[in-house]
């Protein structure tokens, strides 16, 4: 049976990487449905595949799972093998807590500093944001030093990266500098050989939302 992901731009839905990343470490073949987002039919088009009429759904074996967690935590559950949560328990533990984080918080990061990822746009931050900043710098941080500070949060890429590598990427657009192994960290996530095939797919997007008009 096909296994389709549907997203959104590359360029601009964060959401969407944070399930691509995942399902593209599972090692499952599926093909994309890449719903152009900002348009007058897309709610309609969405609305065909997902029911919370938002991207990323996945459709795996006759289920739609939408919503990126719950995509992530599927393919967790899917592929044990692959890591994507740590193996140990505490580390899970903290895995799942700073992803939940990240999906349920960071508001003023996200509306302030939208991902936009072929821009390099410096940008005065608002106090709210800049607490948002501190924090996840906290958190990578954290992680960081837990595995001898470098590499992955967990050591390994796995799912918790994939629901940062979208900050990663906004602090590169909008000129933002965590500490140094925030800065280590960022640089692992643009190496990261996914990421790049994500991003020059996005480079290669006509698609322009104009974030600065
Ligand atoms: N909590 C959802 C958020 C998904 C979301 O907000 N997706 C945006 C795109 S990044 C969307 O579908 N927006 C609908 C629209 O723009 O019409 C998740 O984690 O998947």
Redo the contacts with the bound molecule.
């Keep these: 049976m096909d296994t389709t992901l549907v997203i ?1 731009n590359k360029n ?5 990487l ?2 691509w990343l995942p399902l593209r470490q599972a090692g499952l073949s599926f093909r994309e449905e890449v719903i152009p ?2 348009r007058k039919d ?2 309609e088009r ?1 609305l065909t595949w ?1 029911p ?5 759904a996945l459709l795996h074996e006759g289920n739609t799972i ?6 992530g935590e599927y393919l967790a559950d899917l592929c044990p093998q692959v890591g994507l949560l740590p193996a140990e328990r505490p580390a899970r533990a903290r895995a799942r807590s700073i992803i939940a984080e990240m ?1 349920a918080g960071f508001v003023a990061l996200r509306k302030e500093c939208p ?1 936009d990822m072929r821009a390099h746009r410096p940008a005065e931050l608002s106090a709210d944001t800049q607490r948002d900043v501190e924090r996840i710098s906290a958190i990578w941080e954290d992680c960081l030093e837990a595995v001898g500070g470098t590499g992955f949060l967990f050591g390994a890429p796995g799912l918790a990266d994939a629901f940062y590598a979208p900050v990663a990427s906004r602090f590169a657009t909008y000129g933002i500098l965590p500490g140094p192994l925030g800065q280590a960290y960022m640089q692992q996530v643009q190496e990261w050989p996914l990421y790049q095939e994500w991003l020059n797919a996005a480079r290669q997007e006509a698609w322009d939302f104009n974030l600065t008009a």
Excluded: N
Aim: hydrophobic share 40%; no cysteine; proline share 4%.
């Design positions: 959104g601009y839905s964060s959401w969407s944070r399930a987002l900002r897309t709610a969405i997902s919370s009429g938002k991207v990323p939408w919503d990126s967690l719950a995509i999906h991902m």
